[in-house]
């Protein structure tokens, strides 16, 4: 088990945190937006299945007195670019609306950057959706650049 902030724990995700995790990816009116219900279908089982089995994809949980309150995605992608040099993809950052503001999320992307250090990673990497300034003005305070112009295709 990691240490995050106070006595938070930072521990790979278990299929029991699922339903969670779930919760804590729709609590937000961005998410909504984007119709993700709150049930638990098959494609969310096989999407954890796939993850757990990837080397590459890493989802973790942040626990406090047993309670997940947040959760992210880390996801090493080789690359030719940088030299060969792998980059971490940071993404899916949560946390629990009632425990914003506490020093949980800086926690946990902060010992993000560090698992991608010790990994030998070149960049780490991570996208926001435009209408989270908040989250903007989050990750510009532990060093990240809006560096890039993002886009997106969905498919039917």
């Given amino acids: 088990m ?30 909504r937006s984007r119709g993700i219900g709150h049930g638990i279908g ?12 990837d080397p590459n ?10 309670e997940l309150v947040g959760t992210w995605q880390l996801t ?7 030299n060969g040099g792998e980059r971490a993809q940071i993404e899916a950052v949560r946390v629990a609306e009632s425990h914003r503001n ?14 991608a250090k010790a990994r030998g990673c070149k960049l780490v990497q991570l996208t926001t959706d435009k209408r989270r300034a908040d989250a903007h003005r989050f990750y510009a305070s532990l060093g990240f650049t809006a560096t890039h112009e993002g886009f997106k295709l969905a498919l039917p």
């Fill in 76 to 82: 090493f992608i080789p690359g030719l670019s940088r």
């Fill in 2 to 31: 990691l240490s995050g902030v106070s006595h938070a724990i930072f521990r790979p995700a278990r299929r029991e945190d699922v339903p969670a995790i779930v919760a804590l990816l729709n609590d937000d009116a961005v998410a």
């Fill in 57 to 66: 994809n890493e989802l973790f949980v942040a626990e406090l007195d047993g």
């Fill in 102 to 115: 506490q020093g949980i999320g800086r926690a946990m992307v902060t010992w993000s950057v560090e698992r």
């Fill in 42 to 53: 098959p494609e969310l089982w096989t999407a954890f299945a796939a993850i757990d089995a």
